[in-house]
């Protein structure tokens, strides 16, 4: 079935690093796909999307890029920040097959300063 | 901005009694979900509501759950009998059309004792 793997975390930076958590997916057909960010106590968040291949989803600094090659979803950002801690979350919708998001098992950020 | 609404935030219950969790999704949202996330696990689609029927549900969805739009504002999620493994995190989602960008509510925190 259609599935989503992240990288395992947690992942620990310094402010001002580059980050890169990677995100691969199994689907059949084309799905759209979705990085969703959960801060501390609180719900999930949208954080960008990509609906196409070769789509750039971007907000508030974070980048990923909608990869058919290579079935990857990758998020970046260039410069973290402290208030970036967070849990975040890969996640795809099947198109025209469903509604459920499907999600990856989450990669836990921390930025110190 | 418009958001999605739950309560309770906490619930606390014994093993056995049911639980109702409510949901108010985005007045103008047609689609309504449930997920739920064991305290450290992946997030889990459970079900998906559309036209005052469900239009998807996983396997996690048994005869013990069942979900109601009551009026035009409410949605919600009733856990019949609940057992120790349904404590998790609840989580409501609504978005304007199937395939589209889901938002989530903030969670309620079921704890079955």
């Known amino acids: 079935g259609d599935s989503v793997t992240q990288m395992e975390g947690p992942v620990t930076l310094s402010e001002e690093a580059f980050l890169t958590i990677n995100c691969t997916y199994t689907?059949?057909?084309?799905?759209?796909l979705f990085w969703y960010v959960q801060y501390p106590g609180e719900g999930l968040q949208l954080l960008l999307k990509?609906?196409?291949?070769?789509d750039k989803g971007s907000n508030k600094g974070f980048e990923a890029t909608y990869r058919k090659e290579t079935t990857s979803f990758h998020l970046e950002k260039g410069s973290v920040q402290v208030s970036d801690s967070a849990v975040y979350f890969c996640?795809?919708?099947?198109?025209?097959?469903?509604?459920?998001?499907?999600f990856g098992k989450g990669t836990t950020l921390s930025v110190s300063s | 901005e418009p958001e999605v609404t739950q309560t309770p935030s906490h619930q606390v219950t014994q093993m056995g009694q049911e639980v109702i969790l409510r949901c108010v999704p985005i007045s103008n949202h047609l689609y309504f979900y449930w997920y739920r996330q064991i305290l450290g696990q992946k997030v889990e689609f459970l079900v998906s509501f559309y036209n005052n029927e469900i239009s998807e549900k996983s396997e996690i969805f048994d005869d013990q759950f069942s979900v109601e739009r009551p009026d035009g504002s409410n949605f919600t999620l009733k856990i019949r009998s609940t057992k120790l493994e349904d404590s998790a995190m609840y989580f409501c989602?609504?978005?304007?059309?199937?395939?589209?960008?889901?938002?989530f509510g903030p969670g309620t925190r079921l704890l079955v004792l």
């Open positions: 689907a059949t057909g084309y799905p759209s």
């Open positions: 996640a795809l919708i099947r198109n025209q097959a469903g509604t459920a998001l499907i």
């Open positions: 990509a609906t196409k291949a070769d």
């Open positions: 989602a609504s978005s304007e059309s199937d395939g589209e960008t889901q938002y």
